[in-house]
């Protein structure tokens, strides 16, 4: 047998074949499509990852234009309240005119009469009438007129309406005639003084 090593006996391995170096222009092309989309995805991650939102602002506390605003919108609703009740004391301390009311309620009464012919209820309705009259048109003393009779009923009548003493000359009338039928009176001129006086000036009457 020979001495010479056998190549199988060397102690060196043989070497693997090199690989040839990647080139990606070998690739195909949708493969490189592919990569290229990739890429951008991951280029436009990165630059949202950059982006940061301002944080959020707060409404509190307002800037001083809104301050402005609202001390206007408060001083206007003040004023606008103020007004309000100065007109609303104006109106209660105006007097209340009664007339015409009275007067239609002196026509129905008269109406009434001339129906009926009853001079006893011409009295007591043209008594609650007068009555009535001078305690609306003086709130402040109406408890003390409600309880007049006779001669100072009859004398107030005339200081309300200003009608000298006329009333007091109706004391059979306004008086008697209410609590006796058989009174009698001028039915026609008691019905004309109480037309007259519930026509006068209204504010002369109300400020006797």
Not at 152 to 159: C, T, V
């Amino acid at each position: 047998m020979s001495d010479k090593p056998s190549v199988f006996n060397q102690g060196n391995k043989p070497e693997p074949p090199q690989q040839p170096a990647f080139d990606p222009k070998n690739l195909p092309p949708e493969v490189l499509q592919q990569l290229q989309q990739q890429g951008q995805g991951q280029t436009q991650q990165a630059e949202l990852r950059d982006i940061h939102l301002p944080a959020e602002v707060s409404w509190f506390p307002p800037a001083i234009g809104w301050w402005i605003a609202l001390a206007l919108i408060i001083g206007t609703i003040t004023l606008i309240y103020k007004a309000y009740k100065k007109q609303l004391a104006r109106k209660a301390a105006m007097p209340i005119n009664w007339r015409p009311a009275l007067q239609d309620e002196l026509s129905q009464i008269q109406a009434q009469f001339e129906n009926s012919q009853d001079q006893q209820q011409l009295a007591i309705d043209l008594s609650q009438l007068l009555r009535k009259t001078v305690i609306n048109e003086n709130p402040e003393q109406a408890s003390k007129l409600a309880g007049l009779t006779g001669p100072a009923w009859l004398a107030a009548l005339d200081q309300h309406f200003q009608t000298g003493d006329q009333f007091s000359l109706c004391a059979s009338a306004l008086s008697e005639a209410p609590y006796n039928p058989r009174v009698k009176f001028n039915a026609d001129s008691l019905l004309s003084l109480v037309k007259q006086s519930l026509s006068s000036n209204y504010k002369e009457a109300s400020h006797a």
